[in-house]
């Protein structure tokens, strides 16, 4: 994960996987090869010209290399590409470059068409659309190559930049520096030698040297400052915009005109954050599976509510979820993290998180020895009758008290439980993996427990949501954050049936996506609903249950948590 995170900041990631170049690479070598080898057959040139079967040889030398590789998506769309042109050039046909970029985009549509919901589709077609339409002369002395190469790699950083803003929300600002020392050692020097190590293996202990030196220098150029530039996701007009404008800038045009198109890229590079009034706050609960996850922010400031857990070594939810959704909103720092208790569904992205992005304050319930607690950020056991305002918002911590740690209770007794009041009154109560026995006890503290929003206890487990919670939280609408199908059952079915006896609507985010509440409104919307693609089914907005698919053959009932 470290040396991927090297390459994307660095921008030479489409290098490092089997992609187009390297697909490309291998054909061209194929038809060089054949090419000589097909002019010394005068009985072979009369049947089929050397150029043609060299450009075909080529195309099934890519297919075998990309199916050897594993036949992936990027690869797929290269050899289909490569089959599209050496078509056209057997047809005879000259058309012109964006036709015959077209009719290989028709083509790869034809055999993969949900290609196009992939950022690597439309920044390979990008690429080539942006290098075909600004390409000069054949340079002939190495003066003019080198600087051919050099516009090659700024036209490509800069008219790509618009798209790798749109589809990740960051742009390398050492991309130009990495990819003219990465391209032509990785196609040029690593990729031979890799292939060549097949018959004589002291090469691969060569190319290995050179790897490392190379990893050296992307290193070397992701540490420095600045390095990534991270920008919030814009309004679809200005990505259009921006998109257009980075395509004047690198065409060859007056620079009157080219000018304008850096004017045009300025919404893009600078959009405007849309945050909370002053006194209202906003939830953001993103599906991050099996595990909680839930963004307060107000005006000025961002909590973060658990973290998500672990799907499988080196991939958590904060590297794939989270830290992606907090860069796309602007969040530059998390002025506090707060981890309800230790379990490794509400801790397992904090990790990642807290590499990545500034944390002013980590507040948690975790034992002393815990080892998120010595990941550097300023560290405060949450216990009840701790509060605070931003903006106008007041956060009141509600449990666990003093007596309960002395008490030695078990982590999800331990549950941190935050309550977040706007200046207008409306309320959310994120309630951890808090159990029946400690909800009653809270019940019993908190004299006003009512809040419009519940994060529902434990995920909806059948050991939370007392009727004694319910009746003294009252919610207008219960969010439960549980995997698809969860193995565990969440949200249990007499549980469901209990908010549907109160009243209280429930919001699970597998059938919802990520869900947006704002005290401004007490309004809560589903991400699904609001960007509906249209292979998935509508959703019933806030019923009592929502649909949450069939669930899997169920646990013994000792076994569910």
């Known amino acids: 994960m470290a040396d991927w995170a090297v390459f994307r900041d660095t921008g030479v990631a489409h290098l490092l996987?089997?992609?187009?170049?390297?697909?490309?690479?291998?054909?061209?070598?194929?038809?060089?090869?054949?090419a000589p080898l097909w002019r010394r057959s005068p009985w072979l040139?009369?049947?089929?010209?050397?150029?043609?079967?060299?450009?075909?040889?080529?195309?099934?030398?890519?297919?075998?290399?990309?199916?050897?590789?594993?036949?992936?998506?990027?690869?797929?769309?290269?050899?289909?590409?490569?089959?599209?042109?050496?078509?056209?050039?057997?047809?005879?046909?000259?058309?012109?470059?964006?036709?015959?970029?077209?009719?290989?985009?028709?083509?790869?549509?034809?055999?993969?068409?949900?290609?196009?919901?992939?950022?690597?589709?439309?920044?390979?077609?990008?690429?080539?659309g942006l290098l075909m339409a600004t390409g000069g002369g054949l340079a002939r002395s190495w003066r003019a190559r080198f600087v051919a190469a050099l516009r090659t790699q700024a036209v490509a950083t800069v008219g790509l930049a618009p798209l790798s803003l749109i589809c990740f929300s960051q742009l390398s600002l050492v991309g130009l520096l990495a990819n003219l020392v990465a391209i032509p050692v990785v196609s040029f020097v690593l990729m031979p030698l890799a292939l060549l190590g097949g018959l004589a293996p002291p090469l691969w202990a060569l190319a290995a040297l050179l790897t490392q030196?190379?990893?050296?220098?992307?290193?070397?150029?992701?540490?420095?400052?600045?390095?990534?530039?991270?920008?919030?996701?814009?309004?679809?007009?200005?990505?259009?915009?921006?998109?257009?404008?980075?395509g004047l800038m690198v065409m060859?045009?007056?620079?009157?005109?080219?000018?304008?198109?850096?004017?045009?890229?300025?919404?893009?590079?600078?959009?405007?954050?849309?945050?909370?009034?002053?006194?209202?706050?906003?939830?953001?609960?993103?599906?991050?599976?099996?595990?909680?996850?839930?963004?307060?922010r107000t005006q000025g400031h961002a909590l973060l509510f658990d973290t998500g857990p672990v799907y499988a070594p080196g991939a958590d939810a904060g590297e794939r979820v989270l830290l992606p959704l907090l860069r796309s909103?602007?969040?530059?720092?998390?002025?506090?993290?707060?981890?309800?208790?230790?379990?490794?569904?509400?801790?397992?992205?904090?990790?990642?998180?807290?590499?990545?992005?500034?944390?002013?304050?980590?507040?948690?319930?975790?034992?002393?020895?815990?080892?998120?607690l010595r990941a550097g950020p300023p560290v405060r056991r949450c216990e009840a009758g701790q509060a605070w305002q931003w903006d106008g918002v007041r956060f009141e911590v509600l449990h666990p008290t003093a007596a309960d740690y002395r008490a030695g209770l078990k982590p999800n007794d331990l549950s941190c439980v935050l309550r977040v009041t706007s200046?207008?009154?409306?309320?959310?109560?994120?309630?951890?993996?808090?159990?029946?026995?400690?909800?009653?006890?809270?019940?019993?503290?908190?004299?006003?427990l009512h809040a419009d929003v519940l994060l529902v206890p434990h995920h909806g487990s059948k050991t939370s949501s007392s009727p004694e919670l319910l009746a003294a939280?009252?919610?207008?609408v219960g969010l439960v954050q549980a995997g698809y199908r969860s193995r565990f059952g969440h949200p249990a079915p007499p549980v469901l049936a209990r908010y549907q006896a109160a009243g209280i609507p429930v919001v699970a985010t597998p059938a919802c996506?990520?869900?947006?509440?704002?005290?401004?409104?007490?309004?809560?919307?589903?991400?699904?609903?609001?960007?509906?693609?249209?292979?998935?089914?509508?959703?019933?907005?806030?019923?009592?249950?929502?649909?949450?698919?069939?669930?899997?053959?169920?646990?013994p009932e000792a076994a569910l948590p």
């Open 513 to 555: 996506g990520a869900w947006q509440w704002q005290s401004a409104t007490g309004q809560g919307r589903c991400q699904r609903d609001a960007v509906r693609r249209y292979w998935q089914d509508r959703v019933a907005p806030a019923v009592n249950p929502v649909p949450m698919g069939p669930p899997l053959p169920a646990w």
């Open 473 to 476: 939280v009252r919610p207008a």
């Open 329 to 372: 909103q602007g969040v530059q720092q998390l002025d506090m993290l707060l981890l309800s208790h230790r379990d490794t569904d509400h801790v397992g992205g904090a990790a990642a998180l807290m590499q990545a992005l500034p944390v002013a304050e980590l507040r948690s319930s975790l034992e002393a020895e815990h080892p998120l």
């Open 17 to 34: 996987s089997v992609s187009g170049l390297h697909v490309t690479l291998f054909a061209w070598l194929a038809a060089a090869v054949v």
């Open 45 to 128: 040139c009369l049947r089929l010209p050397a150029p043609t079967a060299a450009r075909w040889v080529g195309v099934v030398a890519a297919f075998a290399y990309a199916l050897f590789s594993g036949w992936g998506v990027p690869a797929q769309r290269t050899v289909l590409m490569l089959a599209a042109v050496a078509g056209l050039r057997s047809l005879q046909l000259r058309w012109p470059w964006p036709l015959v970029l077209l009719t290989a985009g028709v083509v790869v549509t034809a055999m993969d068409p949900w290609a196009v919901l992939q950022p690597g589709f439309w920044l390979s077609f990008g690429a080539v």
């Open 252 to 296: 060859r045009l007056p620079w009157r005109l080219r000018a304008a198109g850096l004017l045009m890229t300025l919404p893009l590079l600078w959009p405007a954050v849309d945050v909370p009034a002053p006194g209202e706050f906003e939830l953001l609960a993103p599906d991050v599976g099996q595990g909680n996850a839930v963004l307060v």
């Open 423 to 448: 200046a207008g009154g409306l309320r959310a109560l994120l309630a951890g993996d808090l159990e029946a026995e400690q909800e009653r006890a809270l019940v019993r503290r908190e004299a006003d």
């Open 213 to 246: 030196a190379l990893m050296a220098w992307l290193g070397w150029l992701a540490r420095w400052p600045a390095a990534v530039w991270w920008l919030p996701q814009a309004p679809v007009w200005a990505q259009g915009l921006g998109l257009l404008g980075a």
